[in-house]
T-cell receptor, first 114, second 115 residues
Framework: EPEVTQTPSHQVTQMGQEVILRCVPISNHLYFYWYRQILGQKVEFLVSFYNNEISEKSEIFDDQFSVERPDGSNFTLKIRSTKLEDSAMYFC????????????FGPGTRLTVT | AQSVAQPEDQVNVAEGNPLTVKCTYSVSGNPYLFWYVQYPNRGLQFLLKYITGDNLVKGSYGFEAEFNKSQTSFHLKKPSALVSDSALYFCAVRAASGGSYIPTFGRGTSLIVHP
């Protein structure tokens, strides 16, 4: 069964550094998402991406964040200058449509900012 | 704004007993409702969804959920729990029409099934 993959599984970085989290969505999906989950808290939506542009974003997704689909397979989340509070599990997800269809999630990247 | 409440942080059940994981929601108009499961070191896996039609929805691994519009609930159930069902369960909701297509997730409920 096709699945969403994410790399790395764990990223440790120092405050102020840039990080890029990578995702390979399911190949025939058209909608892509990033979520984060701070330890012990709910899964929070960051951004959705369709047709090579951001379709929705949350208040969390400020100017420090950006997303890109540099080729036909990868979908990346960049944090330009990490803060301690960016430490979280980051999940990529993809979906065939934005309608009623469920999203398929990757295993996540645990980001630790020190 | 849409929201989801999972009132129990943890549910404990003995293997072979029925289990229920509770979820209530708030959304404008009709809801689309989802349950996901998260095993350790894995991403969220889709279990089942309610879009329209029969209020009792059947999903993966023997799970089912009942949509109750009057109580704005979508509780997850299974007639006979397995130790392997132990995981974190997330309920999610989004509006069927209008507004955002992005689902809102609950905080998650940890299900522990004891042998």
């Amino acid at each position: 069964e096709p699945e969403v993959t994410q790399t790395p599984s764990h990223q440790v970085t120092q405050m102020g550094q840039e990080v890029i989290l990578r995702c390979v969505p399911i190949s025939n999906h058209l909608y892509f998402y990033w979520y984060r989950q701070i330890l012990g808290q709910k899964v929070e939506f960051l951004v959705s991406f369709y047709n090579n542009e951001i379709s929705e974003k949350s208040e969390i997704f400020d100017d420090q964040f950006s997303v890109e689909r540099p080729d036909g397979s990868n979908f990346t989340l960049k944090i330009r200058s990490t803060k301690l509070e960016d430490s979280a599990m980051y999940f990529c997800a993809s979906a065939w449509t934005s309608g009623s269809y469920e999203q398929y999630f990757g295993p996540g990247t645990r980001l630790t900012v020190t | 704004a849409q929201s989801v409440a999972q009132p129990e942080d943890q549910v404990n059940v003995a293997e072979g007993n029925p289990l229920t994981v509770k979820c209530t929601y708030s959304v404008s108009g009709n809801p689309y409702l989802f349950w996901y499961v998260q095993y350790p070191n894995r991403g969220l896996q889709f279990l089942l969804k309610y879009i329209t039609g029969d209020n009792l929805v059947k999903g993966s691994y023997g799970f089912e959920a009942e949509f109750n519009k009057s109580q704005t609930s979508f509780h997850l159930k299974k007639p006979s729990a397995l130790v392997s069902d132990s995981a974190l369960y997330f309920c999610a909701v989004r509006a069927a029409s209008g507004g955002s297509y992005i689902p809102t997730f609950g905080r998650g409920t940890s299900l522990i099934v004891h042998p």
